[in-house]
């Protein structure tokens, strides 16, 4: 962690077109990617996306096919993991179980030969950090998931990386315990201002703890962004569908004046506000909604695309509105949206679809569903 | 960075060993093709008279009964051990199964030499089994086990039992307990289940076990020369005593050589039987 | 769920069977531990007097005191020799691929399908053309040979369970491959290695047949000296021999079963 002012401005980490296959099975097409220092980058994607594979190349365990990868300005293609001064915190933790908590934590400043006074009081502020001052002389098996965790991050940290990396560290928790680590973990990282990869599956994860999120699929960072933009802003059909819910629609692109698309959807004409990048060229295409900004409109209303109410699964403080509509996209041609649960309505109900203004993605129609 | 750090170094001394191994190969192979010089040690020049002796009917009459041994070593242990691996896997206390365990691999523990006299003293003409039978007048005169096939079939099934019994029970155990559930509720009987179910599944567990047994008693030495007492004349026996009776180190190589040709070819033949069973189970 | 009478008929008939096998296997050594305690030079069932004198002349007899040294000293050296090479090999072989993998595993595994006979043959015919003496070292190559397999196989197995993470945990704090092979493979392999040396240890302990081979007056193990004994005499000296030989070994055996279960050794858990 060095702190000269010039190194600020210089990513943390760089890849520069790295890439990697497995007996010839392509597991990353080559990727380019600035990691900013102090950032907390996610590496979202189904399994089998590339995403493991990428962090494994970060902290040096694969060794890139092509490519090379720079911490620091550093480069560190050819270094092997020992020599890289990161951190990481496995998905099972890996703690040494021959060893007790504090064994595990002084064992990077062991290896660095950092002097035994400075050590114990680095691995006890280090404990300190992750309020587990009380369980130096434990065995990790006889520590709960969550303080196991916590022992992990601390032996990641204690070193001062100059990359923090996680393998998706909170798959092995309870539902309540994951919510209060995610919490505990973000707030380390934003006070130590430690750049930090994480990689998960889980677009909740992601979407609530990063400043940026790459999204992956087959080998290929699909978008990158803040959560915002991924949540609202998806470029492409993968992101679309990966990242929250959407309902789908077939309908046909007629024309593109500068930021203003206009469509038909099974017959009824709608003037949309696209954000997107590139739109496909006229004809059949596909519109990606999210649910939240679908409304319901008076069936007949003007600009609304007709329905009828299908089911109605009462959430609590909402109702899920499960509507057959013949314009939908997808094989049941169903549309799901929210409403107050007051609002719910009986099967067989006719109503409209409103859709918003702006926001609907609109990619060229596929013949075969997009997949990861 | 090394790429593949210790490989040398944690590699050298098995290269060493498998040296070894293949130097003593080879010099049983050279052998097997020298001619026997009698009264010296030295072997004479290079022929193929070995093998043509090998022919005699001394020779062939040993290939014959190490085989019949074999074959009925196998089945028996079969028999024995099929009942013995399926209590100890379904045995429903932990220490029961243990003890299963621990009893059946006694044998393999004993070591030969006492497994072999234990045995001698058991099948006497005025051991164990012949002194009990006689004092409840079932019998006479004593059974002769001794220097007879019985008697060394018996004490090589004793010998093949532990392999076996735990060849069948890594088989039984993983055989997944919910197909003969469902079995039994389809209503089949506990026989139907076990005759249809469990007994099909473990069968490539049968043939590698059966493959090992055979591959065991065909090494065995001990037995059959003091069981068997000279009178049950198998390779092994054979080996030792043309090497060390008469010192003929060639023929005793060839006869070696043509014996292990003869284990490589059975026990491809059974692995080959394996292979198409596991085809058949994938499908 | 209700039994019906086959049910109860099957249980039983189970049961008698499997006490009737059981018997079968411990029959021999239950004989002659019995047999072992019998006053007279001849054997009888049941022993008319009983009497120790056996075990006496069994420490009067020098061939076993030298035989168990021996065979002590071989299986100590040997698993130790087959312990190292073997666990090498296990590690290279779960590790890297090279050139010759296939055909350096197939030779150190032939041992398992060459008869031991073969494998005594062998090397007595090695020695004899290198014009090597027939030391202990001739005996510890040929039980090397022999347990090596089961070393290799065990190690193997331990290494396959091994959790990498824990390695690459290591290595992304600092450590270089050695530290990582000293204070994070070795460690938690230990177990496992120790159980591979005893097992190796008493796997040679009790190999006769390759031994018989390649040993002579001076090396004989102590398997070679009991067959010996049988040959020249028939009292029941050797049966003592027996029971004093079983006691070593299960001790062995039951330090094996405290460092490892026996169940996991052998994959039928």
Redesign the interface.
Request: aromatic share 14%; net charge positive.
């Given at each position: 962690m060095s702190t000269e002012p010039a190194a600020r401005d210089h990513p943390a980490v760089q890849i520069d077109g790295v890439s990697k296959s497995f007996s010839g099975a392509v597991a990353l097409e080559p990727v380019w990617l600035k990691i900013r220092r102090g950032e907390f980058l996610t590496l979202l994607g189904p399994s089998g996306c590339g995403k493991t594979t990428l962090l494994n190349l970060i902290?040096?365990?694969l060794e890139a096919d092509r490519g090379e990868l720079f911490i620091n300005r550093d480069l560190v293609t050819?270094?092997?993991?020992?020599?890289?001064?990161?951190?990481?915190v496995?998905q099972?933790y890996?703690?040494?179980?021959?060893m007790n908590v504090a064994q595990n934590v002084a064992?990077?400043l062991r290896?660095?030969k950092v002097p035994k006074a400075e050590a114990e009081q680095r691995v006890r502020e280090a404990l300190a950090l992750v309020k587990l001052e009380d369980f130096a002389d434990r065995r990790p098996r006889q520590l709960s998931g969550g303080q196991q965790q916590r022992v992990?991050l601390a032996?990641?940290l204690v070193?001062r990386p100059r990359v923090l990396?996680l393998d998706e560290p909170f798959s092995a928790l309870d539902r309540n315990l994951r919510t209060a680590m995610q919490v505990e973990l973000k707030e380390i990282q934003s006070r130590l201002g430690l750049t930090t990869v994480f990689v998960t599956h889980d677009q909740g994860e992601a979407l609530s703890m990063s400043d940026r999120i790459a999204v992956m699929s087959r080998g290929r960072i699909r978008q990158i962004g803040s959560p915002t933009e991924i949540y609202d802003q998806p470029q492409n059909e993968f992101v679309s569908t990966f990242v929250g819910d959407a309902n789908l629609f077939d309908a046909r692109l007629v024309g593109v004046d500068g930021a203003r698309a206009s469509l038909t959807v099974g017959g009824t004409p709608v003037m949309l506000d696209t954000y997107q990048d590139a739109l496909p060229a006229p004809g059949p295409v596909t519109l990606f909604v999210r649910p939240e900004h679908c409304t319901l409109a008076q069936a007949g209303a003007p600009g609304a695309i007709p329905a009828s109410v299908a089911l109605s699964v009462y959430q609590g403080s909402y109702a899920e509105l499960h509507l057959d509509c013949p314009s939908a996209g997808g094989a049941d041609r169903r549309v799901m949206l929210r409403v107050p649960s007051r609002q719910a309505l009986p099967p067989g109900t006719a109503v409209a679809i409103a859709l918003p203004a702006s926001g609907p993605a609109i990619y060229a129609k596929q013949t075969t569903k997009a997949t990861a | 960075m090394s790429k593949r750090p210790f490989l040398g170094w944690f590699a050298a001394p098995s290269v060493l060993i498998a040296f070894g191994i293949a130097a003593s190969f080879l010099a049983i192979v050279q052998y097997s093709l020298r001619a026997h010089v009698p009264g010296s040690l030295e072997p004479g020049g290079f022929t193929l008279d070995n093998f043509t002796t090998l022919w005699k009917l001394v020779y062939g009459q040993a290939f014959v009964n190490t085989v019949m041994l074999c074959v009925w070593t196998a089945l028996f242990t079969l028999l024995i051990g099929y009942p013995l691996a399926y209590a100890m896997i379904r045995a429903k206390s932990a220490s029961l199964r243990s003890a299963i365990l621990l009893i059946s691999l006694t044998p393999l523990f004993l070591g030969e030499i006492v497994r072999t006299y234990s045995w001698m003293i058991v099948l006497g003409n005025r051991g164990f089994v012949n002194a009990t039978l006689m004092q409840l007048g079932l019998i006479d005169r004593p059974i002769s086990f001794m220097f007879t096939k019985m008697g060394v079939v018996i004490a090589l099934v004793h010998f093949t039992l532990p392999i076996v019994v735990v060849m069948l029970a890594a088989a039984l155990s993983h055989i997944d307990r919910n197909l003969e559930r469902a079995a039994t509720s389809l209503g089949a009987g506990r026989i139907r289940v076990f005759l249809t179910v469990t007994l099909p599944l473990s069968i490539p567990g049968i043939v590698a076990a059966t493959s090992t047994a055979f591959a065991w008693t065909f090494s065995a030495f001990a037995t059959p020369q003091m069981i068997g007492g000279g009178q049950v004349q198998t390779i092994s026996t054979l080996v030792y005593q043309v090497g060390f009776a008469s010192f003929n180190f060639p023929l005793a190589a060839s006869l070696s050589l043509l014996g292990l040709l003869f284990t490589i070819a059975v026990l491809a033949l059974f692995n080959t039987g394996i292979r198409k069973l596991e085809r058949i189970g994938a499908h | 769920m209700r039994k019906t009478p086959l049910d109860h008929l099957l249980d039983w008939s189970g049961r008698i069977l499997l006490a009737v096998i059981l018997g079968f296997v411990l029959l021999p050594f239950c004989v002659v531990a019995i047999a072992s305690f019998n006053d007279s030079a001849i054997l009888n069932f049941p022993p008319k007097s009983w009497s120790l004198r056996w075990y006496a002349n069994v420490f009067e007899y020098r061939d076993f005191a030298e035989g168990l040294v021996n065979s002590l000293k071989i299986a100590a050296f040997g698993a130790v020799i087959a312990l190292i090479a073997g666990a090498g090999f296990a590690y290279v072989l779960n590790r890297y691929e090279f050139s010759l993998k296939g055909v350096l595993n197939g030779i150190l595994m032939s041992p398992l399908v060459i008869p031991n006979f073969t494998i005594g043959l062998g090397l007595l015919i090695l020695s004899a053309a290198a014009s090597l003496p027939r030391s202990m070292w001739l005996v510890v190559t040929v039980h090397v040979i022999i347990v090596m397999p089961f070393v290799v196989r065990s190690v193997y197995v331990s290494l396959q369970n091994f959790e990498r993470r824990y390695e690459q945990a290591a290595e992304s704090l600092g450590a270089g491959p050695g530290h990582v092979l000293v204070t994070i493979t070795l460690p938690l392999l230990t177990p496992g290695l120790i159980s591979g040396g005893l097992f190796a240890a008493i796997l040679s302990f009790n190999e006769f047949t390759a031994s018989l081979f390649v040993v002579n007056q001076r090396t004989q193990t102590l398997p070679v000296a009991m067959y010996n004994y049988v040959r020249e005499y028939a009292d029941p000296t050797l049966a003592a021999v027996s029971v004093i030989y079983v006691l070593v070994v299960a001790a062995m055996l039951l330090i094996v079963h405290k460092f490892f279960r026996l169940e996991k050794v052998l994959n039928v858990d």
């Open positions: 902290a040096g365990f050819q270094v092997p993991p020992h020599q890289r001064e990161i951190g990481i496995f099972n890996a703690l040494f179980p021959h064992y990077g290896t660095r992990a032996r990641a070193i990396l | - | -």
